[in-house]
């Protein structure tokens, strides 16, 4: 009989696209995945190591699993929980510490998981415990079709890895160095995507820009991709600010099914601070980029993100980020605390010397800077007509905080704009997936509210 196994992804959007990868791996190696942890034989954590707030959600889940493998272990059951992912990769032996813990899989090794399941199933008690986390020059999953969650958008990786070596971040460490998928079996997951009848496919990597097969730049696979029949909307993330070549800036401009919306990280607008990051430009860089792209492309959607109270990190610098933050006018902004990494160039280099305290009072005040100029942006779109992908049933209504089932009796649709603003509208006969006209009639700063239109 096929052993249950059920699968919890944590973090950003590579590993959701990995947990697609690991459905289908175990799929094919008879394993049954199910819907919940309830009836499972074996549960599996896909995980992120690039804040502390993920691991100890990680932890916190792992101490649910106590009873249950306790009282499994009563039954004479196996009971098999993995943890896998950049958590697993960073920390490796160290969490065989949690008593839970059989299986640690980094993330290029997920091909081995059906036998390590079955080594842990098969050596039983306290010393089941299995591991395979080493890092890879060549593993790309290309020749994986993932198996997909029912959705409007597809993750699509198209490299794996990343070789810049920021001081603060630990993915060179959990995923290695930069690998590109060919071009070809980039195109071919896509096309299969456009037959299942998916719109939209996000394309993935650490910094998309550096991707290459052979001659064949990013830019050169966007345009693949965007003239895939079926393929309505196209979008990436992320790119590095160092190097954003000027063809790719012309496909996105020229082609109809390219997304007008490039997430550009920032991370500090602090030349000293961006230093000690190393990150490899400068604010008037950045600011000289941003130009570029909005020369290029007037109506282009910018997001970013941001890291404050990074070791030693003034008020000074903090207003420097400020500063650029304002000059640029993000639509929206990913911000977070500095989070010291175990293994980082930061964690041995720079003591983290910044108070909590401190860290907690500049992300409030940058989160607010933020807010006022979405909402001032949003804002300037009421009366305008935007074309939506409809994502599904929206959970309450706009002007509705108050729960859910009103949403559900008044019956709204959520959906995003080429620029990737969320809005919502009454229902209409369209499903999720089509696209339909809305002229927006109000806005916070997150939301657009509107009422569909004929055009």
């Not at 790309?140 to 490299?159: E, K, Q």
């Not at 620029?419 to 229902?427: A, L």
Request: with cysteine; net charge neutral.
């Amino acid at each position: 009989m096929a052993m249950n196994v059920y699968l919890e992804t944590y973090g950003c959007q590579m590993n959701a696209y990995d947990s697609e990868l690991v459905r289908s791996i175990l799929q094919s190696g008879g394993y049954n995945l199910i819907p919940s942890s309830e009836g499972a034989d074996v549960v599996l954590m896909n995980t992120c190591a690039i804040r502390e707030n993920a691991h100890r959600k990680v932890y916190s889940r792992l101490d649910q699993f106590r009873p249950i493998k306790k009282r499994m272990k009563k039954e004479g059951r196996p009971f098999i929980v993995g943890v896998l992912g950049c958590m697993a990769q960073n920390l490796k032996e160290d969490l065989f510490a949690h008593p839970v813990v059989n299986l640690i899989v980094g993330p290029d090794n997920y091909r081995a998981l059906p036998s390590l399941i079955h080594e842990a199933v098969r050596n039983g008690g306290p010393g089941n415990r299995q591991m395979e986390a080493y890092l890879s020059e060549y593993e790309t999953y290309d020749d994986i079709a993932p198996t997909r969650l029912s959705g409007v958008n597809a993750w699509v990786a198209v490299m794996r890895g990343c070789d810049n070596f920021c001081t603060f971040c630990v993915v060179p460490y959990t995923r290695g160095r930069e690998r590109s998928r060919s071009l070809s079996g980039v195109v071919a997951e896509v096309e299969a995507l456009a037959e299942a009848g998916y719109p939209q496919v996000t394309l993935l990597g650490q910094n998309v820009n550096s991707y290459h097969d052979g001659d064949c730049s990013f830019a050169d696979l966007m345009l693949a991709v965007a003239d895939i029949p079926g393929i309505k909307r196209v979008r990436f993330t992320s790119p590095h600010p160092k190097d954003f070549p000027q063809p790719l800036l012309e496909v996105i401009a020229g082609h109809p099914h390219i997304c007008k919306h490039i997430h550009l990280p920032l991370q500090s607008g602090s030349d000293r601070i961006l230093d000690m990051m190393a990150r490899t430009y400068t604010q008037d860089e950045y600011l000289g980029l941003v130009d570029k792209i909005r020369s290029c492309i007037p109506d282009v959607a910018l997001s970013t993100d941001v890291i404050v109270g990074f070791p030693t990190e003034t008020e000074q610098d903090f207003q420097q980020t400020l500063r650029v933050m304002v000059a640029v006018g993000f639509g929206s902004a990913y911000t977070f605390k500095y989070s010291e990494r175990k293994g980082t160039i930061a964690s041995k280099k720079y003591p983290d010397d910044v108070p909590a305290e401190v860290k907690t009072d500049r992300m409030m005040r940058l989160v607010e800077v933020q807010h006022q100029m979405a909402l001032s942006k949003n804002q300037g779109r009421i009366g305008k007509r935007f074309s939506v992908l409809i994502d599904g049933d929206a959970k309450r209504p706009p002007g509705n905080p108050m729960g859910h089932q009103i949403g559900h009796q008044i019956g709204h649709q959520i959906g995003k704009t080429d620029g990737h603003t969320t809005v919502v509208f009454p229902k209409t006969d369209h499903a999720p997936g089509e696209f339909v006209w809305v002229e927006v009639t109000g806005a916070n700063q997150s939301t657009l509210h509107g009422m569909a239109v004929d055009v």
